[in-house]
């Protein structure tokens, strides 16, 4: 606003400048049809506008679609759009590639290139919302934390993109309606807590016994399962909020009655829920999905102890697009 203020132009024209940027997603000066020729020229000599752009964009036979961002700099990151009749999802990245090193996850194989920008999160929320505008006809209505990248990692920058998603100046969407999944970082958990967030928490867990935990997220090594279960207490006590686990059972890896006994333990010191994911295989062949029979065993276990477990099925599996298989396989 000051910046037309002070170049002789009026102050709103800074605010219709905005709704350009961030409401309507365009990248072009001259797109900004609301305002006089000379003053789109003006802006076009003075700014450069660094912006996202998607690259390619594939479509699922169950209707998911995929983007591969390309950013300012010429790196790429995915984003996917998942429709189900109730709800459209965003699922969004957070960093270029990843630092930690999950065994079972293709992202971890980019290693982390750099972390997103809170404008390059915003962009792809707002990409997705005007795909699923065109394609569905429905605007979006939830966002997760579950591309590429760790957003504990990165937590400045996507708090800032949540409260430019939130805030009405952007897209006002209701915070309830984002979930930020995380490998589990005691420490930025505690800092989520303190900071009084309202958006959702989902931590990754698919082990609450350590050795197995350290065997296939390496990490649990520097951060145990003593820590995070602290962290997430931590976490209860100051947000009153349900935690959500997701979880894959694999087989010989945690299919037995132990991995569930252990699971059960975990969760007992505040309300929570389990989400048990189809795992989506990244062609290594070490990891196998468990047979339908230990699943049911999870559930049957769980639900006897009044923990809520729902079974999800992957999305967008053909075209490389579900949980854990973003990693730029163009
Ligand atoms: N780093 C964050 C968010 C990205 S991963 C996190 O760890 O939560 C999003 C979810 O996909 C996580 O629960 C992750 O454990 C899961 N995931 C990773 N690879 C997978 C795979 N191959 N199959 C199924 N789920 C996978």
Redesign the pocket.
């Given at each position: 606003m000051a910046f037309f203020s002070e170049n002789g132009e009026q102050a709103f024209r800074g605010k219709q400048v905005y709704e350009w940027l961030w409401k309507k997603g365009v990248h072009q000066f001259e797109d900004m049809t609301n305002l006089s020729k000379e003053t789109r020229q003006f802006l076009e000599e003075s700014f450069s506008i660094n912006h996202i752009e998607v690259d390619t964009m594939q479509r699922s036979k169950d209707g998911t679609l995929k983007n591969a961002v390309r950013l300012h700099d010429g790196l790429i990151v995915e984003s996917v759009l998942i429709p189900t009749p109730k709800r459209t999802t965003a699922?969004v990245s957070?960093q270029v590639g990843?630092s930690?090193d999950?065994k079972?996850?293709?992202?971890s194989r980019l290693k982390r290139m750099r972390n997103l920008n809170p404008d390059e999160i915003y962009d792809q929320v707002v990409a997705i919302d005007k795909q699923s505008r065109l394609y569905y006809n429905k605007k979006l209505t939830n966002i997760?934390?579950?591309?590429?990248?760790?957003?504990?990692m990165n937590y400045n920058n996507v708090l800032k993109a949540i409260d430019k998603i939130t805030s009405d100046e952007g897209l006002g969407m209701s915070p309830k309606r984002i979930v930020v999944?995380?490998?589990?970082i005691p420490k930025m958990i505690r800092k989520m807590a303190e900071d009084e967030v309202k958006f959702n928490l989902?931590?990754?867990l698919?082990s609450a016994i350590d050795e197995v935990r350290t065997q296939i997220m390496p990490f649990n090594e520097t951060f145990p399962l003593k820590d995070l279960r602290e962290a997430l207490q931590f976490w209860y006590t100051k947000t009153k909020r349900r935690i959500t686990y997701?979880y894959?059972v694999w087989e010989g890896i945690n299919d037995t009655t132990k991995d569930i006994l252990a699971l059960i333990d975990f969760c007992k010191f505040a309300p929570s829920k389990v989400n048990l994911?189809?795992?989506?295989?990244?062609d290594d062949g070490i990891?196998q999905q468990a047979k339908t029979s230990a699943i049911e065993k999870y559930v049957s276990m769980l639900e006897a102890k009044n923990i809520t477990v729902t079974v999800r099925r992957?999305r967008g599996k053909d075209i490389d697009a579900?949980?854990?298989?973003l990693a730029n396989k163009a």
């Open positions: 699922c957070s990843c930690l999950c079972f996850c293709a992202t997760v934390f579950m591309g590429m990248g760790e957003p504990l999944s995380t490998s589990g989902a931590v990754s698919h997701e894959v994911i189809e795992y989506n295989p990244i990891f992957s579900a949980c854990g298989q």
